[in-house]
């Protein structure tokens, strides 16, 4: 939960926003409640075994914004993703796109269907957090991808092995 | 002769009235800046006539030499912002073209004489901070002028700011969006710093990540070649506000303790 703990304490937007407890100032400068909810409750934080051959881990990064983001996710041999955890530093949109996404997906293919615009009309993200749904939408694709190299690595070195 | 020159001067000044274009207008304005410098050349001094004309002459004088900065004036060749004018000292609006290097009399480059900008910083608000003026208008454009200044210090003052701005200044920026070619490893190392940040309990632990952070930047600053060095330090840039954030969150724990 240090997560959590730390995004509680590193961001200081939602705070003040919530301090300013107008009407106006709610209707304006507001983070969506479901974003509020994902960064005050976020779903599945934490960390999976790296190493293990059933753990895809995507990480990546927003240079412009200078957020950071891993997912990772732990697949069955059927395809079924049993669990999935993230760590994002960044800002209360990037934490909750994340948040959401492991929340979203329990099979591969569904996995792979998710868009950036799923993300963004859940959480009612404004147009200048586009980019933390895109984000989100590109860890996914690299927890998949190391997942996928790792099974095909896994597969080469049975094959080796039986001849 | 005076009264023609005098015809000339309500005429103008009516016709600015009503139309707050012919302010732009050249052909109207070189008309009445020629006459301007007849008014010097000739040795006529306005000043010196009655009451009544001068305080239409002098909101003249001001009209015509904010307009006469922005269209005639000779120090406008090189784009130098002027902040006053230079026959009567009246505020000028910010010029829009100026870059804030030329704003703070710097140059165009990355490195920077920070004390020299300071310098200039200190010296510039001094004349420009709009409670120097009563009159309204000087006000208002010592606001903007003040504010732009303000701007202009805070993004020349860091270098990874500076670095940003400069390549804004030739149209290039960090993309938004995800860094596909990013060194995973380096990601990695972000994150376990992240990390350590956040479960950092002590000032001194904080503070020595601090403390690597600014190094960091220090390095990347000294190696600045290309873009993506930017988008290094802004990885860094943020965890050092992170820890900033949580080195006073700690002293404001410590203070309740008390």
């Known amino acids: 939960m240090a997560g959590l703990v730390a995004a509680k304490k590193c961001i200081t937007p939602l705070v003040v926003i919530r301090r300013l407890s107008s009407p106006e100032y709610k209707a304006q400068a507001a983070y969506h409640k479901k974003v509020v909810d994902h960064y005050e409750n976020p779903r599945n934080v934490g960390s999976l075994d790296k190493t293990s051959k059933n753990v895809g881990t995507g990480l990546v990064g927003a ?31 990037a934490i909750a796109s994340s948040s959401l996404v492991t929340d ?11 868009q950036n615009t799923d993300i963004a009309k859940e959480l009612c993200l404004p147009p200048v957090k586009l980019h933390c749904s895109m984000l989100a939408e590109d860890a996914i694709k690299a927890a998949l991808h190391d997942y996928r190299l790792k099974q095909q690595d896994g597969k080469i070195e049975a094959v080796k092995a039986s001849n | ?6 015809l000339r001067i309500i005429c103008t000044s009516q016709a600015l ?50 307009a006469s900065i922005k269209l005639n004036c000779r120090q406008s060749v090189g784009q130098t912002p002027a902040f006053f004018c230079l026959y009567c000292n009246f505020v000028q609006p910010p010029h829009e073209g100026a870059s804030f290097f030329q ?32 009159q309204k208008t000087e006000q208002e454009y010592s606001e903007y002028q003040s504010a732009l200044v303000n ?48 479960e950092a309990q002590s000032k001194e632990e904080t ?44 002293m404001q724990t410590l203070l309740t303790l008390f």
Do not use: W
Request: with cysteine; charged share 25%.
């Open chain 1, 104 to 114: 979203l997906f329990r099979h591969i293919d569904e996995a792979l269907t998710i």
């Open chain 2, 207 to 250: 503070y020595k990540i601090g403390a690597s952070m600014k190094e960091q930047l220090k390095d990347l600053t000294e190696q600045i070649h290309c873009q993506s060095t930017f988008a290094q330090m802004k990885y860094f840039a943020n965890i050092e506000d992170k820890v900033k954030e949580k080195l006073s969150e700690l």
């Open chain 2, 17 to 66: 009235q009503h139309s707050p274009k012919l302010l732009v207008n050249r052909h109207c304005v070189s008309k009445a800046s020629s006459f301007y410098d007849t008014r010097h050349n000739n040795g006529i001094d306005f000043r010196s006539q009655n009451e009544s004309k001068v305080k239409h002459i002098n909101s003249l004088e001001r009209t015509f030499c904010t």
């Open chain 1, 63 to 93: 240079p412009a914004c200078g957020d950071v983001m891993k997912l990772q996710i732990e697949v069955d041999d059927q395809g079924k993703i049993v669990d999935a955890r993230f760590k994002t530093f960044g800002c209360g949109s």
């Open chain 2, 151 to 198: 701007k202009a210090y805070r993004t020349l003052l860091q270098p990874l700011s500076r670095g940003l701005y400069m390549l804004e200044l030739k149209g290039m920026h960090i993309e938004e969006g995800t860094d596909n070619g990013a060194n995973p490893m380096f990601l990695m190392e972000l994150i376990q710093i992240n990390k350590a940040l956040d």
């Open chain 2, 103 to 134: 704003i703070m009399d710097c140059d165009k480059t990355f490195a920077m004489d920070t004390q020299r900008l300071q310098k200039t910083y200190l010296k510039l608000q001094r004349s420009l901070h709009p409670d120097n003026f009563s």
């Open chain 2, 1 to 6: 002769m005076l009264s023609l020159n005098n």
